[in-house]
């Protein structure tokens, strides 16, 4: 592998960790750390391991056959696409307006008296949806790589700045993990988007296989999988950047986080100023703002994009063409999409913490599930076997699979029967 040709294929592997930094950085790391201070680190860094394997099938899929994880569910059978889709119908609308709720809450404190928050969440998702239905993909790459460097850059010198200031949390304010049934609640409610939720996989293979059509270069197996762990390990350093963002700032002071997106988004940054100086405000904003903006975008433009072609492939007869343009499928996803985020934010606008350890929870629940399919796929007879996983990767995917489903298994039980 050359040193341009890696270059080259760097695309879909950042798009995925902007999809992925967001509300599982921002705001549910940031939360862990707040609320246990640096316990969970360890347990998140187990978290990424675990679903490490099941986020690689994407691309290492994708380029290994010329074609989506979508594809290869229905290799599986009709019933893997149709558990693929009643899954995503499931989560998408308040996973979408999960993160629309803190973008809008984020850009109203920022942008203070201008606009409502509900206003900025039809504006966001406004210019969002144009620049994913006429910009595509060439413009969404692009964008995205500017995003991710600014909030690489923001988060390694906000901790920086807050470490120098020293861990002295009040002993009386703090709190210990203990696994009891509300600990390990919050815990799968972090971890479900941690890094991301795993149907995300399926939206790297389509960047994957966009990437490749966008440009003269179509990037090998090694190095699609090489774009995608720069991703990948980078989404997972910058959680525990944020985890100890939230202990150095807000661990043992007594300050707990509000449920409204707006008021959450004036304690972060005004934490972090207090402790940090003022000169920071304008960091934190951009870390914030470009954090979630970038999710934002990627989530709105993966949705169409995805359920475009999983309908066409349990319906054959809404296809019309192999083109994977926009049509009135597209739109027709967006505007569902759209439609369902919206009455989801206005039932649920000032209960953002709800609302997103809802969502999160969720995409925890349906891991398994979406794992093991993904685990299928790429054991298939239609992957070359020197494109398969190695032997320590198909362990580590059963170890991840047999972890994610017993910890499912508690939650429900729980849920059910003994609250």
Not at 143 to 152: E, G, H, N, T, Y
Not at 176 to 200: H, K, V, Y
Not at 327 to 349: D, V, Y
Request: with cysteine; hydrophobic share 55%; glycine share 8%.
């Amino acid at each position: 592998m050359s040193t341009k040709n890696l270059f080259r294929s760097l695309g879909p592997g950042l798009l995925w960790a902007g999809a992925a930094i967001g509300v599982s950085h921002l705001v549910q790391s940031t939360r862990a750390g707040a609320i246990y201070g640096f316990q969970l680190v360890l347990i998140i860094l187990l978290v990424n391991l675990f679903k490490y394997p099941f986020f690689e099938f994407g691309p290492r899929y994708a380029s290994s056959t010329g074609e989506s994880l979508l594809d290869g569910y229905k290799r599986l059978g009709k019933w893997a696409l149709l558990v693929y889709l009643f899954l995503t119908i499931t989560t998408m609308f308040t996973l979408q307006a999960a993160i629309t709720v803190v973008t809008a809450g984020i850009f109203s404190f920022v942008f203070s008296d201008i606009m409502s928050t509900f206003n900025w969440a039809l504006l966001i998702l406004a210019i969002g949806s144009s620049i994913v239905a006429f910009g595509k993909y060439s413009v969404l790459d692009k964008v995205i790589k500017v995003i991710i460097i600014l909030l690489a850059i923001s988060t390694i010198v906000a901790v920086f700045f807050a470490a120098s200031k020293g861990f002295n949390p009040d002993p009386e304010l703090t709190k210990q993990f203990n696994w009891d049934f509300a600990d390990i609640a919050l815990l799968i409610a972090i971890a479900g988007w941690m890094p991301s939720a795993i149907d995300i996989s399926v939206w790297h293979s389509f960047w994957s296989i966009a990437k490749s059509k966008a440009g003269k270069h179509v990037p090998t197996v090694k190095e699609s999988l090489f774009d995608f762990n720069v991703g990948y390990i980078g989404t997972a350093i910058l959680s525990i950047g944020f985890v100890a963002l939230g202990a150095l700032v807000m661990y043992g002071t007594g300050e707990t986080f509000s449920e409204n997106g707006t008021v959450f988004s004036g304690q972060l940054i005004n934490l972090f100023t207090s402790t940090m100086g003022n000169w920071a405000y304008f960091l934190i904003a951009i870390a914030a703002l470009t954090t979630m903006s970038s999710t934002t975008l990627t989530c709105l433009d993966a949705y169409p994009r995805v359920m475009k072609p999983a309908t066409e492939l349990v319906f054959p007869k809404l296809k019309k063409d192999d083109s994977d343009k926009w049509n009135w499928l597209s739109w027709l996803w967006l505007g569902i999409l759209l439609t369902g985020t919206l009455l989801i934010i206005e039932f649920f606008l000032k209960g953002m913490s709800f609302l997103v350890d809802l969502a999160t929870t969720l995409s925890f629940l349906t891991a398994p599930i979406l794992g093991y399919m993904n685990y299928r796929v790429i054991t298939g007879n239609n992957v070359p076997k020197e494109h398969q996983p190695k032997l320590w990767l198909k362990i580590l995917s059963w170890a991840g699979l047999i972890v994610l489903t017993g910890f499912c298994i508690y939650y429900l039980i729980w849920k059910l029967f003994l609250l």
